[in-house]
């Protein structure tokens, strides 16, 4: 059991029997009261995202997420298909809701970890994928980039660029197409060209 100041990000708790991710928490004290944890919390199975506080006398169970190498496939009509490792006949599908934003930065054939929840109450089910972990950074190929313009440098010396993968981001000026560039997943911003 948990804590109410052990509730932090990137912890996974059981709270009314479901998984959820802690994705921030803030211990503070208002005036003369007892500390409270303000938390936002993003349910699991459902991908909803809701504001919970723990108070001091408030416990959280950890819950009991394990992780399984699997392979992304590719993407279509909104479901991203995925394979077990080493068995490619083994396919499956997952809902855009269940994997967040940061899947669109995943080139085809990526290995990737699943998040899998194992349900103390029914456990011979083997555990259920509720999610996939995306690496923070990926270096992906610029496929479209418009040359600087003189003068452009006034608005900060960004500009949009197109990746393998289809997604826009803004870059440094310098940025070039062919450029190999690093990417903070979990933000959508450029972090470095890569030589």
């Not at 921030?24 to 004290?29: A, E, K």
């Not at 007892?34 to 723990?54: C, Q, Y």
């Not at 006949?89 to 934003?101: D, N, S, T, V, Y």
């Amino acid at each position: 059991m948990l804590e109410y100041n052990e509730i932090t990000e990137r912890k996974y708790i059981i709270l009314d029997g479901e998984p959820w991710e802690v994705l921030s928490s803030h211990v503070f004290r208002k005036q003369q009261r007892k500390p409270v944890n303000a938390t936002k919390l993003k349910n699991m199975l459902t991908g909803r995202v809701t504001e919970h506080s723990f108070h001091v006398s408030d416990k959280a169970e950890e819950a009991d997420i394990s992780t399984r190498k699997i392979k992304y496939l590719y993407t279509g009509k909104g479901e991203y298909w995925f394979c077990e490792e080493k068995d490619p006949a083994k396919r499956f599908k997952l809902e855009e809701e269940m994997l967040g934003p940061q899947m669109r930065f995943l080139k085809p054939n990526s290995i990737v970890d699943a998040l899998i929840f194992t349900d103390e109450d029914n456990e011979d089910n083997g555990g259920k994928i509720i999610g996939v972990k995306v690496p923070i950074t990926v270096d992906l190929k610029v496929t479209e980039a418009f040359d600087a313009v003189k003068g452009d440098t006034a608005t900060g010396g960004s500009k949009v660029v197109t990746l393998e993968t289809g997604v826009t981001i803004n870059v440094p000026l310098f940025v070039k197409e062919g450029d190999t560039v690093r990417i903070n997943t979990e933000n959508a911003e450029y972090r470095e060209r890569v030589s």
